[in-house]
């Protein structure tokens, strides 16, 4: 049976779907975008965005008895595939051995025109 997983160090979500899901010994956190806890749109570029979605990521799952440590795959959608190296330079701060599977796409757009989007599946 699936539970709603806790979010008190994560944003709240911006429509309606759940943060996280666990499901057996899998926790599956829907695409975060760069929002502070009152849900403000993080300033900067690529890497001050995708620090601040890899940190939500991070808070979800330590909230939730697990870490970085246990992704076993990421797929990160990015608004311009011009931004790869920067988004890569930062995901590499959080991934720093053993890195989870993981899919990049271009699209053309994004919720509240955010520069990226991450989506995770992890252990627990």
């Known amino acids: 049976m699936k539970e709603i997983l806790n979010r008190k160090n994560a944003p709240s979500p911006i429509g309606p779907y759940s943060v996280a899901i666990g499901f057996e010994n899998m926790i599956f956190i829907s ?5 502070d806890l009152e849900g403000n749109l993080t300033e900067g570029g ?40 920067a988004m890569n330079e930062e995901y590499a701060k959080f ?12 699209v ?4 509240k025109d955010v520069l990226v989007e991450i989506e995770t599946i992890a252990s627990r």
């Open 46 to 85: 690529i890497k001050e965005q995708t620090n601040k979605v890899l940190s939500n990521i991070k808070s979800i799952l330590e909230d939730n008895g697990s870490s970085l440590e246990k992704v076993i795959k990421t797929t990160v959608f990015l608004k311009n595939m011009n931004d790869f190296t």
């Open 108 to 111: 053309s757009r994004l919720p």
């Open 31 to 35: 695409g975060q975008i760069a929002l």
């Open 95 to 106: 991934f720093t051995a053993n890195p989870p599977a993981r899919s990049t796409v271009e």
